[in-house]
């Protein structure tokens, strides 16, 4: 499948500011973004692409050879040390697509599908050693159900970690289809029939495997320390994991208080807003796009400008 970004013109039209600035993709992916953020900015502004995954850096990075932009390979959780190396500050704005590319998706060996066969992997950095076989293989029942339910939010989540341990008892898991069949063969009738019974399941054990929420919770002090006052980050979210994160982070910067409504006095420090919503609601695909690419059906985009 083509890589399709989501929300691109909305997003673009909200973090961008001036034309000359300083601004971070913190999610290059395929690029789609950062092509029309680049379409937008003038010769003297200055762009950190950054990527966790080398493939899709070098390939992205061939295709959108531009001398104003530096393709960095690192996770976005190390913002900062990666802003230090690159002398990089007073950011005008910075991107951030939680979505897990077309690329690593479409890639059947690289283990993200359950509709194609390949080694259980899920990496999104390949240079990493923890893959979704050892968390499979290796994890207790009770590790697998917490991770199962905690990052899929799967109902079902003790019933297909018991099923996943009965399985290895024989042999180890190996491959995706494997695994998927284990999870239909566990679940009920009922709930295969609705949607496919293991893309939570899959969900989770990808989430774990890259610890995606520690990052999130990571960056996202850093990115807004980054930006200059004026200066705005937005991020795009997929699941509602992510969303409660970023929603929360949001909610309590632009506040001048975070102490409990029932408080008598206050015991946050006097906390003063950092940042102001700049869309109290999310920004969802138009019914349009949602047709197009139907991965956008769940994308949200939050925005926050900081003071």
Not at 70 to 78: C, L, P, Y
Not at 198 to 214: C, H, S
Not at 262 to 269: F, N
Request: proline share 4%.
């Amino acid at each position: 499948m083509t890589h399709k970004p989501v929300l691109l013109q909305e997003t673009i039209d909200h973090i961008l500011g001036d034309p000359n600035g300083l601004y971070i993709d913190c999610t290059l992916g395929g690029g789609g973004h950062l092509q029309e953020l680049m379409s937008r900015l003038s010769e003297g502004a200055r762009v950190i692409a950054i990527d966790r995954d080398i493939n899709i850096l070098e390939q992205t990075r061939q295709q959108l050879a531009d001398d104003r932009i530096r393709f960095v390979h690192a996770d976005f959780k190390d913002l900062k040390q990666i802003l230090n190396k690159e002398e990089f500050a007073n950011v005008d704005g910075i991107m951030i697509d939680l979505g897990v590319s077309s690329f690593q998706l479409d890639t059947p060996e690289r283990g993200f599908s359950f509709h194609s066969d390949a080694d259980l992997d899920m990496r999104m950095d390949t240079s990493q050693k923890l893959k979704a076989w050892d968390i499979i293989n290796t994890y207790s029942e009770a590790e697998l159900a917490n991770i199962i339910f905690k990052y899929g939010e799967e109902r079902y989540g003790r019933i297909i970690s018991r099923a996943i341990v009965q399985a290895r008892e024989n042999k180890n898991i190996d491959t995706t289809l494997e695994l998927a069949e284990i999870i239909k063969n566990a679940v009920p009738a009922k709930y295969r029939r609705e949607k496919h019974p293991a893309r939570k399941t899959f969900q989770a054990v990808r989430i774990a495997v890259n610890d995606e929420l520690g990052a999130i919770e990571k960056v996202l002090p850093q990115a807004l320390e980054a930006l200059k006052s004026g200066g705005k980050v937005g991020i795009i979210t997929f699941h509602s994991l992510e969303d409660r994160m970023v929603k929360k982070f949001f909610n309590e910067k632009s506040r001048n208080c975070i102490c409990p409504p029932q408080m008598p006095v206050c015991t946050c420090g006097g906390q003063r807003a950092k940042v102001k919503l700049v869309n109290r609601k999310p920004v969802t695909p138009n019914e349009e796009e949602c047709l197009i690419n139907h991965r956008a059906r769940s994308a949200k985009l939050r925005v926050a400008q900081k003071i």
